[in-house]
Each structure stands twice: as C-alpha cells, then as structure tokens.
C-alpha cells in the first residue's frame, strides 16, 4: 500500500494547488467510453492512469482492493485465479472500474445486483480542497451514494473495494426467438442468469468468440438462432457479406438454442465488433468477410481501437449512440417510440435492478407506481430495462453529417425528450443536448450544489458542465487519417499528444489474507 499511498499524494498536491487556483480541472486516465467528441487541457487535468494496480483479492471475503485504472479485462484475468470475477462486469473490456462507479455500468448480472456501483463496498477520494476521505453506505453514505455517476466532479476517486462472487470455466447460455416488443421484454426480464458450466463432458456444444478467427458474437447468434430477416437491421441488411464467413456453423431451425462459452469469452462477448457497430465499418472494407479477413483485421475491430478510431474521425456524430434505463412498466412504450421514429435493429435490451439509492440513478421526483405485493408507491423504479440504441436510424436513410447537424441533433433531443418523459435516465457517456434547465429538471440542483459546497468541490466542472455536447461544428476527419493517428499512438484527449508508454502492474493477493504477493505486470 506505500507505493499507492505515494502516488495518491501526488494527486492530492495537484489537486489541491489547483484548487487553489481556481482552476476547474479534470480527470485524465488515458483513455474513454465517452462517445462524445472531447479535448482537454493537459494544464488543467488530473491524471490518474499510474493508478491500475490490484492491490489485494481476499478468497474468503470475496472481495478486491483495486485502483480506479484497472481495466476489466485485467481485473477479470486476475480475479479468475482465485476462481471469482466481479459481480457485475461490463462489456468492453477497457471500462476502467473507475469509470463504472462515477459513470453508469451494467451487463448480464445487473438484473439481480444492479449496476456496478452497488458491488463496491467503500471508495476513498480525494477531496478538491486536498483532503482524502473514504465514503461507503455507512460511512460519509451521502458522498458515497451521490459520487455514483457524478463523473468525478465531487472528487477523484483513488482506491475501490469491489465485491467478488464464484466463477467457473464456461457459462451456459439459451438463445430464444421472440416475435415481438412485448415478447422481448417478458422472456428478457424473467429469465434467470446464465448458469455457470465447469465441464462440458456431455450436453451443449462449446463456442470460442474471443480468438481473431471467431466469430463476432452478434454475428454468430444472428446465424444462427431462427428468426425473420428485419428490413431495418444492420445485421440483416448485411447478410451477404457476413453470413458466409461461419463455414464451421449450421444455422437452427428451432426457436430455442443453447450453448456453452468460455467464461472470458462471454463476459467480452461483444468486444469485436464492438456489439453490431463494426458492421457498418465493414461496408466500407472492398473485401468478404471470412475467417481469414476476420484475423487480419482483428485489432481495428476491438473496442480500444475502435473507440480510438472514433474519437480521431468524429464517426460518433454520424451514428445514434445512447443508452436508457427504463422504468420496466414503460420499457415496451418507449421500444414502440424507437420502432416508429427511429427503426434502428438490433436493440439491446438487458434488465436492471432497481431501487437505487444513488440519486444521480434515480430522476428528480420519479415515484414509481405500487406494485402487488405493495401498498404504497417507492421514490426509485423497483426494475429497469436498459436499452441500447446504436446505429444508423432507418438504416442509412437518415445519414447525419457536416451539412445536416441539426437533424442529428434533433433526433437525440426527441430521444432525451421522450426517457424524460416516462420517468427513466439516458446515460450520460454520450452525445448530450439538454439545455441546462432541462437538464436541472432531471436531476436534484439543490441538492447536489449543496453537497459540492459541503465536500469543496463547487470549483470543479460540475455535471451538467461535463456532460453536455457543444455544438460549435461537426468534427470530420477522414478514416485513412484517424487510422493513422491510432496506429501513432496519437492522445485523442490531450489533442494529439503522443500516448504515454507504461506497464500495468498488479499487486494480488490469492489467499484468504489480504497480503500482497509480489508484482505481477
């Protein structure tokens, strides 16, 4: 812990000297999930990407003490060793934990323990006035609770304690075909998690997705479960191009399949191709998609790279990319608004758990409706649906550039306008064009003021500040550029500054002791 106690000291002087400068900083770790374009001042940031090390992984508690720049991925790899992984684990496997707690995180298992910030048991920060405190539900609960999705604008967040839970080698996993909204949303939200398979001696066949000559997960279940082609979805759309390349693979004709997946595999099951969007970067590619383009070019179709070819083009503002929770009772109205206005397929719809006491998760005055089993109604939505709308609207009918700016950000104000409406919350890693009134009607000013005066954080961009898009012009440079800043390893931060070049360590405890064992790269 004395090589985190000295670089947390380091951050703390910068942040305190920086605070009394009144200068509005903000937090740099090397890398986003925003998709929204961005650039900051490398004279105003706090950069905490020294911090990705795992300092212990306690067996018997099922718990691990992590800095806020360890990556999934890493800390999957790690925890795997002691046969857990983390509770909730996002999909990409560069979503740094940090970023899970000040931001919104949820996957598979957030049904039954809700997005990830509900896993971390403590977190310390550095206040803005220097200061180092460690909040948790029972200690400093409304820093805690209120830091959720704040986006680091009550402090920076510098060590986490994560809740952990077993593990094994493969997950089981049933594909089931519906023929409807509604269909979706019942057989989505009732079904339980993925069972956990430690050998696969007899029953399901296993399916490998993370090699570069695997399939892509969406384009592997698209073959093969049954359903009717969509004139609206990319996937679809694309059948001639992707449909060959699984000459390994046979198509069912039954409604329901299953199958068995590398624990790994499906946890980043949707890191090539980055979900469904690396479809449309395939129909710029003159070339078949088979098994021998799929590992040439696999490192351009991994979401770090994919997310850095983003930012260094502007490609985000020529695609719909955001995220709602959805009370569950208005989930099948809000799906009918994307059907009508938008047409975008596929969807991502994933059930949540609610009743979340972060108030950055739950609308400003929301009060969901009684359910059977209660009398009288609760302040947060008892269950969530997260939907994902990402992609071209009406399949390219729509195409959003320099010359129709404003359509494009009309067609995200009606998506921000209609969640608004129905008592759910966008994410906030994405194009955002609220006005700040509109912005204040979702979430609790008061409130939140209040705290940033208590914890001395009212110099530091707030929320609304952070999250909102400028709309000064559309950002557009040519693919065969960004390409090339990515392969230079080129900051799309810190306005083109060379990436810095570092190893991630890793101190981990494998014992029922919290003792760390050496340095592990």
């Not at 719909?320 to 208005?330: G, S, T």
């Amino acid at each position: 812990m004395e090589e985190h106690r000295e670089s947390v000291d380091v951050i703390r002087k910068k942040v305190e000297s920086l605070n009394a400068h009144n200068v509005p900083f903000r937090i740099y770790h090397g890398s986003t999930n925003i998709t929204r374009p961005m650039n900051l001042n490398a004279d105003e940031i706090i950069d905490t990407s020294p911090l990705s090390k795992i300092i212990s992984i306690n067996k018997t508690k099922k718990t691990a003490i992590v800095q806020p720049n360890v990556s999934m991925d890493a800390f999957v790899r790690e925890t795997l060793r002691s046969d857990l992984i983390p509770a909730v684990v996002p999909d990409f496997p560069g979503i740094t934990v940090g970023g899970s707690f000040c931001g919104t995180a949820a996957e598979s298992s957030s049904f039954k323990y809700g997005c990830f910030d509900r896993t971390v048991n403590w977190v310390e920060i550095v206040l803005p006035n220097g200061l180092i405190t460690t909040a948790s539900p029972d200690q400093n609960s409304d820093l805690f609770y209120r830091s959720v999705g704040a986006m680091g604008t009550l402090g920076v967040a510098t060590l986490f304690e994560i809740q952990l839970i077993s593990s094994s080698t493969y997950v089981e996993i049933t594909y089931h075909s519906v023929t409807s909204i509604r269909d979706a949303l019942i057989t989505g939200r009732f079904k339980n998690y993925p069972p956990l398979k430690n050998n696969h001696d007899s029953g399901p066949p296993v399916v490998r997705l993370s090699r570069a000559k695997d399939p892509w997960f969406c384009l592997h279940v698209h073959k093969k479960a049954k359903h009717t082609p969509n004139t609206h979805c990319i996937i679809c759309l694309w059948e001639d191009k992707i449909a060959t390349p699984f000459d390994d693979s046979k198509g069912y004709e039954e409604p329901i399949m299953t199958e068995l997946i590398k624990i790994t595999d499906y946890l980043f099951r949707y890191d090539r191709g980055s979900f469904w969007m690396g479809c449309y970067g395939l129909d710029t590619l003159p070339l078949p998609f088979n098994r021998f383009t799929r590992w040439i070019l696999d490192p351009m179709f991994r979401t770090r790279i994919m997310y850095k070819l983003m930012h260094h083009s502007g490609q985000s503002q020529k695609f719909i990319i955001q995220d709602a929770a959805i009370p569950v009772e208005k989930s099948e109205e809000f799906l009918e608004f994307a059907d009508e206005n938008l047409k975008l397929y596929p969807l991502w719809l994933c059930p949540v758990k609610g009743e979340s006491k972060a108030p950055l998760h739950t609308m400003k005055g929301y009060i969901s409706p009684p359910s059977n089993d209660q009398e009288t109604p609760t302040i947060a939505p008892t269950a969530l649906i997260n939907v994902g709308l990402w992609g071209v609207p009406d399949l390219g009918e729509r195409v959003y550039n320099d010359k129709n700016i404003d359509e494009f950000i009309k067609t995200n104000r009606g998506i921000e306008r209609k969640v608004q409406e129905l008592g759910g919350l966008k994410w906030l890693y994405a194009h955002n064009y609220y006005t700040e009134d509109e912005f204040w009607a979702v979430y609790d000013k008061k409130k939140y003021d209040e705290l940033r005066e208590k914890w001395h954080a009212k110099g530091v961009p707030s929320i609304w500040e952070k999250a909102k898009t400028h709309t000064e012009g559309f950002k557009s440079i040519s693919v065969p550029k960004a390409i090339l800043a990515t392969m230079l390893g080129m900051d799309y931060l810190l306005g083109g500054k060379k990436d810095k070049k570092g190893e991630t360590k890793f101190i981990a405890g494998s014992s029922g002791d919290e003792s760390p064992v050496g340095l592990r790269k």
